[in-house]
């Protein structure tokens, strides 16, 4: 099983530079999110989307940009890198809003990610 | 705004003891659900317990038990029987209606044998 495939799982980049981080899930999944994950500060939500061609801000988008073009694919886009975007980025998927269900977030492995 | 609070940036628990990692949360509408999921040191994020609000037991999976407590926006994970697999990070998570989660800082655990 698949699940939450992202790509690359480490890369390094110098200021300036631009790249996209890969994210595909093979579950048909409607909902799909990136993450950053600081030390000390947990995992803050960059950018969402509740399905194709949907996608909303989250806590911390600046720097960012995501689409959504099919179901199955959300990469995300650093258009000019900054050392402040050093970090790991977690890709989650959920078939539904998971208020009402037991159904958890999917994470991908993460994509360890420095800015020189 | 939704708000997840995580006051214990690490805990020590002996072996095969019980261990309680706290979590409070923050918000105004009425239907949510609560996660807890474990970070171990390879860094991959294991879904390990979920609450909706409107549940009325405490959640148990296996050796995982929540205590929620709605009126005082609490939702402690409690780990019985402590073992050494379980040193981790912890992070105590919401999800409002039809948004994606949000995370707590996290507890780091550590399994003293």
């Known amino acids: 099983n698949a699940g939450v495939t992202q790509t690359p799982k480490f890369q390094v980049l110098k200021t300036g530079q631009s790249m996209t981080l890969q994210c595909a899930q093979d579950?048909?999944?409607?909902?799909m999110s990136w993450y950053r994950q600081d030390p000390g500060m947990g995992l803050r939500l960059i950018h969402y989307?509740?399905?194709?061609?949907?996608?909303d801000q989250g806590e911390v988008p600046n720097g960012y940009n995501v689409s959504r073009s099919t179901t199955e694919d959300f990469p995300l886009r650093l258009l000019s890198a900054a050392p402040s975007q050093t970090s790991v980025y977690f890709c989650?998927?959920?078939?539904?809003?998971?208020?009402?269900?037991?159904?958890?977030?999917?994470f991908g492995d993460g994509t360890r990610l420095s800015i020189l | 705004a939704q708000k997840i609070t995580q006051t214990q940036p690490g805990m020590f628990v002996q072996e095969k003891e019980a261990v309680t990692l706290d979590c409070t949360y923050d918000?105004?509408?009425?239907?949510?659900?609560l996660f807890w999921y474990k970070q171990p040191s390879s860094g991959e994020m294991i879904f390990l317990i979920y609450?909706?609000?409107?549940?009325?037991q405490n959640a148990t999976e296996g050796r995982y038990s929540l205590n929620f407590q709605k009126a005082r926006k609490s939702a402690n994970l409690v780990i019985s029987a402590s073992q050494l697999g379980d040193s981790a990070m912890y992070f105590c998570?919401?999800?409002?209606?039809?948004?994606?989660?949000?995370f707590g800082k996290g507890t780091r655990l550590s399994v003293i044998a």
């Open positions: 989650a998927s959920s078939s539904y809003g998971t208020v009402t269900s037991n159904q958890p977030q999917h």
């Open positions: 579950m048909n999944h409607e909902y």
């Open positions: 989307s509740v399905g194709a061609g949907i996608t």
């Open positions: 918000t105004s509408d009425p239907s949510y659900g």
């Open positions: 609450q909706g609000s409107y549940d009325q």
């Open positions: 998570a919401m999800s409002p209606r039809n948004t994606p989660l949000v």
